[in-house]
């Protein structure tokens, strides 16, 4: 099993552009979360998707946009990229209940 | 806001030394997680507890839940070079169904 891919691995943006960042996981989970990890900031959570049909915003969400395509994917987008979006983001999944997130590898993302 | 604060922020010890962290919310837990995050890579999920004052061991780790459920702690017995990491607590508040991560305590071990 794969668990949570995140695709792309890297990536430079400039100022204003826009790009969507991607996530999949084969573990049937119901739940999917965007974090976001900024040096002694911990990760905040940007959106979550409760069930499949259903987002929900967390504790920064402006300037994104969120997909919950189907039960396996996630999809986080920035229309209009600014530097202070400069940032590791991570999706992650779980199963139904509270148990353990499972996170992908990340997306290291610059907006220059 | 609700809040999830970790300390210390970073420690350095000497391999095999004892090292803790401390995890501390603003309010009352349903359950927390702790999850270590290798330099460079992802947060990994470790533990969950869940009853009021429970402790779980796994190896040389050891984690506890205050009774109040509103505190944490990770106490690892003589560290590695393997344990070098950040590890992250997280917390579930009662009300809310979104995990709350604290800032992480940096851990370097020096061989």
């Known amino acids: 099993n794969a668990g949570v891919t995140q695709t792309p691995k890297f990536q430079v943006l400039k100022t204003g552009q826009s790009m969507t960042l991607q996530c999949a996981q084969d573990?049937?989970?119901?739940?999917m979360y965007w974090y976001r990890q900024d040096p002694g900031m911990g990760l905040r959570l940007i959106y979550y998707?409760?069930?499949?049909?259903?987002?929900d915003k967390g504790e920064v969400p402006n300037g994104y946009n969120v997909s919950r395509l189907n039960k396996r994917e996630f999809s986080l987008r920035l229309e209009s990229a600014a530097p202070s979006q400069t940032s590791v983001y991570f999706c992650?999944?779980?199963?139904?209940?509270?148990?353990?997130?499972?996170f992908g590898s990340g997306t290291r993302l610059t907006v220059v | 806001g609700q809040q999830v604060m970790q300390i210390p922020q970073y420690q350095h010890v000497q391999e095999g030394e004892d090292f803790t962290t401390y995890c501390n919310s603003s309010?009352?837990?349903?359950?927390i997680q702790w999850y270590k995050q290798r330099p460079g890579g992802h947060p990994v999920f470790l533990i969950q507890?869940?009853?009021?004052?429970e402790v779980k061991k796994q190896k040389r780790l050891t984690f506890q839940f205050g009774e109040a459920k509103k505190n944490s702690s990770l106490h690892i017995t003589a560290t590695q070079t393997t344990d070098v990491g950040t590890y992250f607590c997280?917390?579930?508040?009662?009300?809310?169904?979104?995990?709350?991560f604290g800032q992480g305590t940096t851990l370097q071990v020096k061989p």
């Open positions: 309010t009352t837990l349903s359950n």
């Open positions: 507890l869940v009853k009021s004052g």
């Open positions: 998707s409760a069930s499949e049909g259903t987002t």
């Open positions: 573990m049937n989970h119901n739940s």
């Open positions: 992650a999944s779980r199963v139904k209940g509270n148990y353990g997130y499972t």
């Open positions: 997280a917390g579930l508040p009662s009300n809310t169904g979104k995990l709350i």
